[in-house]
């Protein structure tokens, strides 16, 4: 499975639970610790938790392993690590704290309705 397909899975595991303001990055010219980040935004953590649950699962299926994960239940952001994407869900806070789209603007913004 290539790294689009394991981006197209993930944003849309996100989208099924209603993740908000889902951003997909390709950083692939810019780094070599993967070729996209997908960002998106929960409004609880149990939405947080609901998220990436849905994403592993979806991913899992697929056959694609998750290398590492970063957070908890109690987490306002987790990171899940599938080589070439990475996944990062926030709550809104640490979304806007951490900005991840103003560090990686060098990186190329996939538009979302073309993913659908």
């Excluded at 499975?1 to 997909?24: H, P, Q, T, W």
């Excluded at 987490?75 to 990062?88: A, F, K, P, Q």
């Excluded at 103003?102 to 979302?112: A, E, L, M, N, Y």
Aim: aromatic fraction near 8%; avoid cysteine.
């Amino acid at each position: 499975m290539d790294s689009k397909e394991k981006m197209l899975i993930a944003y849309r595991a996100l989208d099924e639970k209603k993740g908000e303001d889902i951003k997909v990055i390709d950083i692939s010219s810019v780094s070599v610790m993967a070729d996209y980040f997908v960002i998106a935004t929960a409004s609880s953590p149990n939405q947080v938790q609901a998220m990436t649950d849905n994403v592993e699962e979806k991913m899992h299926k697929a056959g694609a392993n998750m290398k590492q994960m970063e957070g908890n239940k109690s987490s306002s952001w987790i990171l899940m690590d599938y080589s070439d994407v990475i996944i990062h869900v926030f709550d809104k806070e640490n979304r806007l704290f951490y900005d991840l789209e103003r560090i990686w603007k060098d990186g190329k913004t996939v538009d979302p309705e073309e993913l659908k």
